[in-house]
């Protein structure tokens, strides 16, 4: 089957740094994928990765260990304008076949 | 550029009607894809298209839904009849073939 998990809530204080962790076990692995979505706006990409290790990208980075089904993604110096839900994905096969199996979303609040 | 639009933005029908929801994707993209999130759970692949071509649609929880992509450009999904359970948000996404999925903003369905 397909599973990916990732907390529902956090809470963070802006300036701060929070690291939101998403467990995932599918028939493939072809890469993971990083959205954020404010609410009733549509997804926006945040980042990619298929090898191990971190991808950074501005205040944003996301770590991925394919032996342990783990990934994070990193949030430096917190704004308010992230308080928003972070959708971890994966995209389990290749070849064409792109779809994404996503986690239920990490809903994140920054408060002053 | 235009991003990926879908219309309407909400509809609410009663059980037994018949909706159709639109995607335009960005101009190019031969990938589209159609997802959607019932409420309190997390979004869920229907199907692929490539240019006019179904190229998975593994996702499509019946034979009440029906997407056509007639010419490669705009993609329906008709739902018919309606049932409480498909109220959601119907999400469309494009891609050129890249890693990055482009999301639309989502069509809100309520069935009553």
């Known amino acids: 089957g397909q599973n990916i998990d990732q907390p529902t809530e956090m809470t963070a204080t802006e300036g701060a740094i929070v690291q939101i962790n998403c467990t995932y076990q599918?028939?493939?692995?072809?890469?993971l994928f990083w959205y954020q979505q404010h609410a009733g706006e549509a997804p926006t990409f945040l980042s990619y990765?298929?090898?191990?290790g971190l991808e950074e990208k501005g205040r944003f980075s996301s770590f991925l260990s394919r032996s342990k089904g783990y990934s994070y993604l990193l949030l430096k110096e917190l704004q308010m304008k992230d308080s928003a839900s972070y959708l971890c994905?994966?995209?389990?096969?290749?070849?064409?076949?792109?779809?994404?199996?996503f986690g239920a979303g990490t809903r994140l609040a920054v408060h002053p | 550029e235009a991003g990926v639009t879908q219309f309407p933005s909400h509809s609410v029908i009663e059980k037994g009607q018949t909706v159709t929801l639109r995607c335009d994707p960005i101009?190019?993209?031969?990938?589209l894809y159609w997802y959607r999130r019932v409420m309190g759970k997390e979004i869920k692949f229907l199907l692929h298209?490539?240019?006019?071509?179904?190229?998975?649609e593994s996702g499509m929880p019946n034979n009440r839904f029906l997407a056509e992509r007639t010419g490669g450009t705009y993609s329906t999904l008709k739902v018919q009849p309606a049932e409480l359970e498909d109220s959601g948000v119907y999400f469309c996404?494009?891609?050129?073939?890249?890693?990055?999925?482009?999301f639309g903003p989502g069509t809100r369905l309520t069935v009553l």
């Open positions: 599918t028939s493939g692995f072809n890469g």
């Open positions: 101009s190019g993209h031969d990938n």
């Open positions: 298209f490539v240019k006019e071509s179904k190229q998975d």
């Open positions: 990765n298929v090898l191990d």
């Open positions: 994905a994966v995209r389990p096969f290749s070849g064409g076949y792109n779809k994404l199996i």
């Open positions: 996404a494009s891609t050129s073939g890249g890693n990055e999925q482009f």
